[in-house]
Each structure stands twice: as structure tokens, then as C-alpha cells.
């Protein structure tokens, strides 16, 4: 399966990256579901999503389809293994549709947390090296081994 150039996938960890740059725009959006509901129809076990925004410079979204995405995301993972998804923001836009997603997701398999700076990010069991940014310095001083241990 061919990834976009802005979604690796670490089969070993059973982790999904995004880093979106530019937009943020249904477009974009559109292309990393295809991706997540590919792997998730390919792949027998769950894996857990990460997705790290600070690369984006603008989001060109709005309410309603943040909401039609995040039902029909909650609709069609419903009775599949919880997974955990971690959404990193400095954006007041993100931030926001963030939350939304994560309100509209509660109940679900999906648990959408929003960890807004590095240091509320303890959920992740990943080493520190993949997830240095493309384009700057590590977003993690140190290796975070903890991802998804939320209680």
C-alpha cells in the first residue's frame, strides 16, 4: 500500500503518523481516512494514531464537516478494539475541532486524546526518533516509552 508523503506507518509498534504541512483541508482530510480505513480493513489487530499538526499552517475546515467526520468515523470503527488516538496542537483552530472530534468520539472504540504541549504528551510508546519533526529539531527530549497508558 502506497502512504502519503505526510503518514508513515510503524507496523512493529502498530502506530499510524500524520504530520499534515500547509492546509488543513478536506482534501486532506479525505486522503488520511482513505489511508487509516485501508489499513484498518487490511490489518487484523488495532493499532493506535498520532497525529502531529505543528507542521500545518492553515485549516481550511468547518463544524459540519468536522462533525460528519467524526460520526462517520465513530460509525464505521464501531465494534472493533479500542484504539487510542493523540492529537498534538498549538493551532486555536485545531485545538478546537480537536476537542470536537474527541466529544463526538466518547463512547466509542476511539479515544481521542489532545495532549497541546510536549509535556502532557506521556501517552506515547514510541522512541524519541520517530518523532522528530521533518523539518526541525526533536519534539521529545528524551524517549518517551509511555504513549498509551492512560488509565
Known sequence: MKLAPDVEFHEDIRLLI???HGAINE???KKVISVLEDLEARLPQPFNRFSDTLGADEVELNFKYVIQVSLCRRLSY???PPVKSAILATDSTIIHYGRLH???TQ???INVQLPIVWGT???L???NVM???KVGKPKLARTAMMFWQIS
Request: net charge positive; glycine share 8%.
Open 18 to 20: 500524520y504530520r499534515p
Open 27 to 29: 482534501q486532506a482530510i
Open 78 to 80: 464501531a465494534g472493533h
Open 102 to 104: 474527541a466529544v463526538l
Open 107 to 109: 463512547g466509542s472504540p
Open 121 to 123: 504528551v506521556r501517552r
Open 125 to 127: 510508546a514510541v522512541p
Open 131 to 133: 518523532l522528530r519533526s
